[in-house]
């Protein structure tokens, strides 16, 4: 019984079980709308944090930077000259975060990802 329970214990902390997410950013400020990369589903934060910032890059970005990881759910909100980023246990606390962050009347929530 006992080695059940440690089989399950170490099932349910698994790294490879565990996922993070992350934001990477071109900020830049320019006439295009700032670049991003997003990921989620990774094991630790770190891991999800070099996947997006991976993925900005491939997406023809010149200047990124990992700007938000998260656990639950993370925003990215931009204009051409402000961003903000947020997280949060639901979609609308972390595009809410986002919004305040970015601080501009221009701003518009980007993308936002959940669990």
């Known amino acids: 019984m006992k080695s059940s329970i440690l089989v399950l214990g170490l099932m349910l902390f ?14 830049e400020v320019g006439e295009k709308e700032p670049g991003y990369g997003l990921v989620y589903g990774y094991g630790t934060r770190d891991q999800a ?3 997006a ?7 023809g970005n010149a200047h990124c930077q990992v700007v938000a990881r998260f656990d639950k759910c993370g925003a ?23 919004m305040d962050g970015c601080g501009n009347s221009n701003c518009r929530v980007v993308l936002v990802d959940c669990e």
Do not use: T
């Open 53 to 59: 910032l991976a993925e900005c890059y491939k997406q």
């Open 14 to 27: 698994s790294p490879a079980l565990y996922a993070a997410g992350a934001i990477a950013v071109d900020d």
């Open 49 to 51: 944090g070099e996947a």
């Open 76 to 98: 990215y909100a931009a204009s051409m000259k402000h961003y903000g980023v947020g997280w949060g246990d639901s979609a609308a606390a972390a595009q809410s975060m986002a």
